[in-house]
């Protein structure tokens, strides 16, 4: 399971955004983390297959990189509303494809997305279970993933 969301969420990044995303080998322990790197999060429920939830931590700088790629406005034209729609966006996007993998029937259906910046992201409870995140390297620091399918990841 956790190939084919590296699959899709790369695939999304690739395809709507020109950004390409490296895979993490491995979920760096908390004291490796970055706190020097502010994110952005968005998070996008849904039912079916026992429900679940996903949120993804862009760091800023990635998620105001994508903003400009996907609105095809300049850095300076950028506002932090753009930048939160974006990842809204992308939550939904990235999910909507994930649930089309692995739900070919359609029988899930997503939630409202939700973006926030995040004030610290070592106090994000969801990032305390290593086992249901997946992450990406980018030249703007670590983009983690948290998904929870019903009890399965």
């Known amino acids: 399971m956790k190939m084919t969301i590296l699959e899709t969420i790369s695939s999304v990044f690739e395809t709507m955004f020109f950004t390409f995303l490296e895979p993490l080998p ?7 983390w970055p706190i020097d790197i ?6 996008i429920s ?14 800023r700088d990635l998620a105001r990189n994508i903003t400009i790629n996907f ?7 950028v506002s932090q509303n753009q930048i939160l729609d974006t990842a809204k966006e992308t939550a939904n ?3 909507g494809s994930l649930l089309g993998t692995i739900d070919p029937e359609g029988q899930c259906f997503l939630g ?3 973006a926030m910046p995040v004030v610290n ?14 992450g990406f390297k980018t030249d703007s620091g670590m983009f983690l993933v948290y998904v929870k399918i019903g009890d399965v990841v």
């Open 71 to 77: 609105l095809g406005v300049t850095r300076s034209e």
């Open 121 to 134: 992201l070592e106090e994000e409870a969801e990032l305390n279970d290593i086992n249901q995140l997946v």
């Open 26 to 32: 491995r979920i760096p322990r908390k004291e490796e």
């Open 93 to 95: 996007m990235a999910v």
């Open 112 to 114: 409202i997305p939700e």
């Open 38 to 43: 502010k994110y952005i999060k968005a998070a």
């Open 46 to 59: 849904f039912t079916g297959m026992g429900g679940g939830e996903v949120a993804i931590y862009l760091p």
